[in-house]
């Protein structure tokens, strides 16, 4: 793919605003949050993403002679005209500045969970000559929103786990792979794998999406972020014939002798496959087999299936009951469900197999859901110009309007800081250290973030 041009990397209407600010506009000063939300449904969000865009889209030189040439043509085209581009600005930025963008971004370290409607980055020019820059910037930068609701609701999805566990008195200590990442295919592109992947693994660290470690690997200093184990497709498993599902399943577990497997058991008759093929006819090989079968029933009614599953699992395998007592499979047998799972069913799963089961007998896989069935409006997030300076004046922007105060935006410079009843936004100008911190000026990186890091932050128990 050819390399992107920064300049392109924006809204069409963006190329035309150098011209609409106000005489002797000097300095914009924009945030970005996630506006209150409409009810309690995830009221923090974590951070997620920026690091990532910065080091693939701003860093160093990134304005050229060739790509303000190319720009150039290319807007004159779209707009059929040729008055509108701001090629004397792009011009300033190279000779001057080295084709480096001169601005400063401040952010919260990524992993922070924030409370809703609170700042969470800042962006404003450091030449008074680029006011226009950024919210030219605003196109890019706002698509941190997918990392950050990505990040977010994974972290929610792990506290109804956790939530579960405790109800039924299971183990935690495999509570990060309990959550796979099954999304890769169900995405939009390759870099919205990479993004969301890697989002999904600040709270756990199953996963079969490659993009999502590759991101982790390469823009956040983490050699191995997530783990997978071998297991069957439906290919591989009707590839065999109907005749032969026996030979199929036996083969998966001839090829992989030790540790998990995971195999998918509804290619015909799951209930068949549960009691005559795993609970009979090798029921022999996997009590004996150096590692856990782990039974992917996905076909039907997910809560349903994977209740009938646990049972005749825990009829023909055997179980024990823990201090609440809740059965616990034989450890050479588990569950995991990998189809229609999203927040709510996963919730729902839980709910209806506790009551006889320790939740620690199930995993989760999810991928559309997981990855792709989420939007900017989901965690309302929102890029907003909140102060100008005007021939040396600055003065408070914010929108107010009539039709929906949810929109209502923020007015000033602002900070984030730490108050007695959690982190809250206020003016710069008011007591408290703010924990936004400059990540980003003149084309240069000032933080690199770790994942591990990132992981801590966001730490739930």
């Given at each position: 793919?050819?390399?992107?041009?920064?300049?392109?990397?924006?809204?069409?209407?963006?190329?035309?605003?150098?011209?609409?600010?106000?005489?002797?506009t000097e300095k914009v000063y924009s945030y970005f949050e996630s506006r209150l939300p409409d009810d309690m449904h995830m009221p923090n969000v974590v951070f997620f993403g920026l690091q990532y865009y910065l080091k693939e889209y701003l860093l160093g030189q990134v304005v050229t002679k060739e790509k303000i040439d190319e720009a150039e043509d290319f807007f004159a085209q779209h707009f059929m005209r040729k008055d509108l581009f701001n090629r004397a600005g792009w011009e300033h930025i190279l000779n001057k500045h080295g084709g480096r963008l001169p601005v400063s971004i401040k952010a919260v370290a990524?992993?922070?969970?924030?409370?809703?409607?609170?700042?969470?980055?800042?962006?404003?020019?450091?030449?008074?000559?680029?006011?226009?820059?950024?919210?030219?910037?605003?196109?890019?930068?706002?698509?941190?929103?997918?990392?950050?609701?990505?990040?977010?609701q994974s972290r929610e999805m792990k506290m109804i786990l956790l939530n579960f566990f405790d109800k039924t008195g299971s183990d935690k200590s495999l509570i990060d792979f309990?959550?796979?990442?099954?999304?890769?295919?169900?995405?939009?592109?390759v870099e919205t794998a990479g993004v969301g992947g890697a989002a999904h693994l600040v709270s756990f660290k199953g996963t079969d999406t490659v993009a999502g470690l590759l991101v982790a690997r390469d823009y956040y200093n983490c050699p191995m972020a997530g783990y997978s184990i071998p297991a069957a497709?439906?290919?591989?498993?009707?590839?065999?014939?109907?005749?032969?599902?026996?030979?199929?399943?036996?083969?998966?577990?001839?090829?992989?002798?030790?540790?998990?497997?995971?195999?998918?058991?509804?290619?015909?008759?799951?209930?068949?496959?549960?009691?005559?093929?795993?609970g009979d006819k090798l029921k022999h090989k996997v009590l004996n087999r150096d590692g856990t079968?782990?039974?992917?029933?996905?076909?039907?009614?997910?809560?349903?299936?994977?209740?009938?599953?646990?049972?005749?699992?825990?009829?023909?395998?055997?179980?024990t009951l823990n201090a609440k007592k809740k059965k616990v499979l034989n450890p050479k047998v588990r569950v995991i469900q990998g189809d229609g799972?999203?927040?709510?069913?996963?919730?729902?799963?839980?709910?209806?197999?506790?009551?006889?089961?320790?939740?620690?007998?199930?995993?989760?896989?999810?991928?559309?859901?997981?990855?792709?069935?989420?939007?900017?409006?989901?965690?309302?997030?929102?890029?907003?110009?909140?102060?100008i300076v005007v021939n040396g004046q600055e003065r408070p922007v914010f929108k107010n309007p009539v039709g929906d105060k949810n929109k209502r935006s923020k007015g000033?410079?602002?900070?984030?800081?730490?108050?007695?009843?959690?982190l809250v936004t206020v003016k710069e100008n008011e007591a408290g250290d703010d924990i936004l911190t400059e990540v980003f000026r003149d084309g240069e990186l000032l933080v690199d973030n770790s994942f591990d890091e990132i992981r801590e932050l966001a730490f739930v128990e």
């Open positions: 793919m050819k390399a992107p041009n920064l300049i392109t990397l924006t809204d069409s209407y963006k190329v035309t605003h150098w011209k609409q600010y106000p005489p002797g990524e992993g922070t969970v924030v409370p809703r409607s609170n700042v969470l980055m800042t962006i404003e020019n450091t030449d008074p000559a680029c006011y226009w820059l950024p919210n030219y910037l605003e196109t890019l930068l706002v698509q941190v929103w997918y990392g950050s609701t990505v990040a977010t309990k959550l796979h990442d099954f999304g890769f295919r169900g995405v939009s592109s497709e439906h290919s591989t498993i009707t590839s065999w014939g109907k005749e032969n599902e026996l030979k199929a399943y036996e083969n998966m577990l001839d090829q992989y002798p030790t540790g998990l497997v995971a195999v998918v058991s509804d290619s015909y008759d799951l209930g068949f496959a549960l009691h005559t093929l795993w079968l782990v039974v992917r029933p996905d076909s039907g009614e997910p809560d349903r299936v994977v209740l009938s599953t646990l049972q005749v699992l825990a009829q023909k395998f055997g179980f799972i999203n927040l709510q069913s996963m919730h729902r799963i839980l709910e209806v197999t506790s009551d006889e089961f320790a939740s620690e007998n199930i995993a989760f896989g999810s991928g559309g859901a997981l990855l792709q069935k989420l939007h900017r409006d989901t965690l309302r997030f929102a890029f907003k110009c909140s102060s000033g410079r602002l900070k984030l800081v730490q108050s007695p009843t959690g």
